[in-house]
């Protein structure tokens, strides 16, 4: 890796943002540029051969240089002895003579993809900025086996890496490597922890990758809980740990409110930011979806709406039914569902409100049901692989 950063770099200079003033040390960034076993350097930036020094390389033996997307970035000058950099039309294979194959790869904005097999069989697959393989389905890559090793923008396409899922293109043993990180990405640590949610990692520039290294591969957590107080982004943030997977089931406990616009408004705000091959379901009988071993992730939204739907069938709000076997009833089912939660076998991301942390309910049910929610998401946390609180837009991990 030579460089892994957008096509100005990270920092950018002059720049004042947070993101730029982070990008110190093993956080900042040249332009992105790879070199493949010394023989082929996918796109070509200035100070390329400085960067190869410094990693410990030459690129005296290249044999290709590619580029992968047009840019108004700087000149850059080919250093003496290079090939000229040039651009593979879409579906086109290079065989080389050290044995490896290149192939062209169509992607859905200005730029081409490279694929580049290696003599032993080793894949990797690398991607322009902000593109996505173009009119990639599942066996239709034309390829017999999973990349070994992916490089693309991850932070601006996550999308792009659910759609290689799909395909069977990328699977749990695929290195995912987050390249053209720009400005606009969250500083450390909180790139690394969103990208290791998506099965994905970014490395420092000079970091030499070994395709077929499984080891340091990412696992995505199984169990995530989204904590939160109102708009504090704990919705978009589960959405987000999600998006790099196809075929996400968003469990929407809420359902409907007839004649309440400002209700509709919201859940169609929520329908409209999530993936088109994402699938809703309006439920909360969770314990059926938990307890599917071979269903897709699961997103839930939120134990809260789920907490009230199951204090309303047991007429919890009533001093006197509370009483009067309500509260058993209740955490009966609490205890159900955290027993499913603890056993399931899917990837799931689940939400909650905080509601324990403001003003105390004026009436006796609005105390209750604060308590009931706080002793839920304890529970929940507890059996969570991965806890996290949103605070203002920002994540706080809490496991």
Not at 5 to 17: D, K, Q, W, Y
Not at 95 to 117: E, I, K, S
Not at 323 to 348: E, F, I, M, S
Not at 376 to 399: F, I, K, Q
Request: negative net charge.
């Amino acid at each position: 890796m030579l460089g892994g950063g957008a096509v100005e770099g990270l920092p950018v200079g002059g720049c004042p943002c947070a993101g730029c003033a982070a990008a110190v040390g093993a956080g900042a960034r040249g332009a992105t540029a790879v070199l493949v076993d010394g023989v082929v350097l996918l796109d070509l930036t200035p100070g390329a051969a400085l960067a190869a020094a410094r990693a410990g390389r030459s690129l005296a033996g290249l044999r290709l240089v590619l580029l992968s997307h047009p840019h108004d970035g700087p000149p850059v000058e080919i250093p003496p002895g290079l090939p000229a950099p040039a651009r593979v039309p879409d579906g086109q294979r290079l065989p080389l003579t050290t044995g490896h194959r290149v192939r062209a790869v169509a992607v859905d904005g200005p730029g081409t993809g490279y694929a580049v097999d290696s003599p032993d069989g080793l894949r990797m697959l690398y991607l322009p900025p902000g593109c996505a393989p173009a009119g990639l389905s599942a066996g239709g890559d034309g390829e017999p086996a999973p990349y070994d090793l992916v490089l693309l923008d991850v932070v601006g396409r996550p999308d792009a890496l659910a759609r290689l899922r799909a395909a069977g293109a990328v699977t749990g043993t695929t290195d995912v490597v987050a390249v053209h990180i720009g400005h606009d990405a969250p500083p450390e640590p909180e790139l690394s922890r969103r990208l290791a949610a998506l099965g994905a990692r970014a490395v420092p520039d000079g970091t030499t990758l070994v395709a077929g290294d499984y080891q340091d591969v990412p696992d995505v957590p199984r169990r995530t809980l989204v904590l939160g107080g109102a708009r504090s982004g704990k919705s978009a943030e589960a959405e987000r740990r999600l998006a790099a997977f196809p075929d996400v089931l968003y469990v929407a406990t809420g359902g409907t409110r007839e004649g309440d616009g400002e209700w509709a408004a919201r859940v169609a705000a929520h329908r409209e930011r999530r993936p088109a091959s994402w699938r809703t379901a309006e439920t909360c009988d969770l314990l059926p979806l938990l307890a599917d071993p071979d269903g897709p992730p699961l997103l839930v939204d939120c134990l809260s709406l789920w907490l009230t739907h199951t204090m309303d069938a047991a007429g919890a709000w009533d001093d006197a039914a509370w009483k009067d076997g309500a509260a058993t009833a209740v955490r009966a089912q609490v205890d159900a569902l955290c027993k499913a939660w603890r056993a399931t076998r899917r990837t799931a991301v689940v939400v909650s409100n905080e509601v324990g942390s403001g003003v105390v309910p004026a009436t006796a049910s609005g105390r209750r049901f604060r308590d009931e929610l706080g002793r839920l998401n304890a529970a929940v946390a507890e059996r969570s692989d991965h806890v996290l609180l949103m605070v203002a837009g920002l994540p706080v991990t809490l496991r």
